[in-house]
């Protein structure tokens, strides 16, 4: 799925803050679960951060917590993953998935790398 419209790659050194967004091309974003996904080099594809579309609640993956938000804005159908004091280790493919809220929780959201539309990546490269 294409629906979702993402920007462009980061390249950032240790401690950076890059901001990336995610356009949602006509989705309602009050229907849905928002997530944000990251692959890491030679890793499987697992959820970071993922927001209830129900009552706003957050998990958080581990290595993130505290680090990383997801601003969003409804009138522009656009959501954003503002990320913190990037390590080495933050380097990899991420990607924003929505998933209607009347499906599944935001937490087996990112439990099970589900969602019904996602973005087509963005590479995040940090490095000194």
């Known amino acids: 799925q294409l629906s979702l419209v993402q920007s462009g790659g980061e390249l950032v050194q240790p401690g950076g803050s890059p901001r990336l967004s995610c356009q949602t091309a006509?989705?309602?974003?009050?229907?849905?679960?928002i997530g944000w996904f990251r692959q890491s080099p030679g890793k499987e594809r697992e959820g970071i951060v993922c927001?209830?579309?129900?009552?706003?609640?957050?998990w958080y993956e581990d290595s993130v917590k505290g680090r990383f938000t997801i601003p969003k804005d409804d009138a522009a159908k656009t959501v954003y993953l503002e990320m913190n004091s990037l390590n080495l280790e933050d380097t990899g493919l991420y990607y924003c998935?929505?998933?209607?809220?009347?499906?599944?929780?935001?937490?087996?959201?990112?439990?099970?790398?589900?969602?019904?539309?996602w973005g087509q990546g963005t590479q995040v490269t940090v490095s000194p």
């Open positions: 998935a929505l998933s209607f809220r009347g499906i599944r929780t935001h937490q087996e959201m990112c439990a099970t790398v589900s969602a019904d539309y």
């Open positions: 006509g989705l309602t974003l009050e229907y849905y679960h």
């Open positions: 927001i209830s579309g129900i009552d706003g609640a957050i």
